[in-house]
């Protein structure tokens, strides 16, 4: 009886917190991405995939991201429903896809994680953003290199890496994680997958695509990490603001390099292990990411969500869960206006718009010291593949 209680339990948080998501999808529009998606949508149905990177630097997603978006304008027509609302329901599916991922890699309680997260519902519920769908496609490349299915685990992360590039920076720690018997296989459905996503594009669009996908730095330097600091800083105290402008100009150029050692000092870390978790190592890379990064933008944190109970004591992951939540509710409601939210406005004006960025920094913090905390967990004792 317990266990069917808790079986009933089970279904019912689930499709509580997909309810949620549809509700958050039907009464609001999203964030700016919204409209950026939607005119990145025309540039596509006038010139095609390949040469709509020829058109502007501002598209600068993945082919795949741009398949999916004339499927999803397909959708949107045949059903008569909003772009941005298809858009955002393909997300929610995708936090679904991830729960069944994480289920199967640890049972309820990591489905739940993540289902549960205030967070992760706002970014894909609401913000417009293709974060959730490449972070599911990840976490399910885990699941599958786990049960000994390495081609498919490289499809997957391949097609993860066609949403969004940055799986493609996890592809040595799949490597190093796997028996050697199974690494040719995986490397084999990764670069089969991987060819068959940006060949087209790259035969269209020539060496813009390359430029346009692999050379954007990522998210703004505001509010958040060594820039935003130092924007701070120069704002506020003027005897230190040509230091502080100063500072961060030098970190916006060359802070990505900064963050190349960081990623190669995650591999080192990852090889120098017998036996590690993936999603272990990749939440460390994810983090350092974040804590080294010039720039960011708030549906990043989307990432982190179905990764922190492999990096973490489970109480840890919690807590980084609920700043994470935090964070995305403040920064929406201040871009919103208020609350209820509709319309999440990265440049709208207001008396409390400093509050998106202390909650910037302080969010920063709090990645900082997870970063720290994970690192030491891998090293001392590296997690099972089960969170706990």
Same mark, same amino acid.
């Given at each position: =009886?317990?266990?069917?209680? @808790?079986?009933?339990?089970?279904? #019912?948080?689930? /499709?509580?917190?997909?309810?949620?998501? /549809? !509700?958050? #999808?039907?009464?609001?529009?999203?964030?700016?991405?919204?409209i950026f998606w939607t005119q990145w949508l025309s #540039?596509?149905?006038?010139? &095609? $995939?390949?040469g709509a990177y020829e058109q502007s630097a501002m598209v600068n997603h993945p082919p795949l991201a741009l398949v999916l978006i004339v499927v999803v304008d397909m959708i949107a027509q045949a059903t008569h429903l909003a772009f941005t609302d298809v858009f955002r329901l393909f997300q929610v599916a995708a936090d679904g896809v991830c729960a069944a991922a994480l289920y199967r890699i640890g049972g309820p309680r990591l489905a739940l994680f993540v289902l549960l997260s205030p967070g992760a519902a706002f970014v894909s519920a609401f913000h417009c953003n293709s974060d959730p769908a =490449? $972070? %599911?496609?990840?976490?399910?490349?885990?699941?599958l290199a786990m049960s000994g299915r390495p081609f498919l685990a490289g499809i997957a992360l391949a097609l993860? &890496?066609?949403i969004k590039v940055v799986p493609f920076l996890f592809v040595p720690l799949f490597v190093l994680a796997q028996a050697r018997e199974a690494r040719t296989r995986f490397l084999l459905g990764f670069g089969s997958t991987a060819a068959a996503v940006f060949l087209p594009a790259l035969m269209a669009g020539g060496l813009v695509v390359v430029k346009h996908i692999?050379?954007? +730095? &990522?998210?703004?330097?505001?509010?958040?990490?060594?820039?935003?600091?130092?924007? %701070? $800083?120069?704002?506020?105290?003027?005897? /230190?603001?040509? $230091? &502080? @402008?100063?500072?961060?100009? +030098?970190?916006?150029?060359y802070g990505r390099f900064v963050v190349y050692l960081a990623i190669a000092a995650v591999i080192v870390m990852a090889a120098r292990q017998r036996r590690f978790s993936i999603l272990h190592a990749v939440a460390v890379m994810v983090l350092a990411l974040f !804590?080294?990064?010039?720039?960011?933008?708030v549906q990043y944190i989307?990432?982190?969500?179905?990764?922190?109970?492999? %990096? /973490?004591?489970?109480?840890g992951a919690i807590a980084v869960n609920i700043a994470g939540s935090l964070f995305l509710f403040v920064t929406y409601t201040i871009w919103s206006g208020g609350f209820p939210w509709w319309f999440a406005d990265l440049a709208r004006p207001g008396p409390f718009r400093f509050l998106a960025a202390v909650a910037g920094y302080a969010m920063w913090a709090v990645v900082c010291f997870a970063l720290v905390a994970a690192v030491r967990?891998?090293?001392s004792s590296p997690p099972p593949e089960t969170a706990g």
């Open positions: =009886m317990g266990v069917i209680l @808790q079986s009933r339990a089970f279904v #019912v948080l689930c /499709l509580s917190s997909m309810l949620v998501r /549809l !509700a958050l #999808v039907a009464t609001t529009f999203g964030t700016n991405d919204a #540039v596509v149905k006038r010139f &095609g $995939i390949g =490449m $972070i %599911a496609l990840v976490v399910v490349a885990a699941a993860a &890496g066609g692999f050379g954007y +730095a &990522g998210g703004l330097p505001h509010e958040w990490g060594v820039p935003g600091l130092a924007f %701070a $800083i120069s704002r506020n105290f003027p005897a /230190l603001r040509e $230091i &502080g @402008q100063d500072v961060m100009r +030098a970190y916006v150029g !804590a080294f990064a010039p720039g960011f933008g989307a990432w982190l969500f179905p990764l922190l109970p492999f %990096a /973490l004591p489970w109480r967990r891998f090293r």
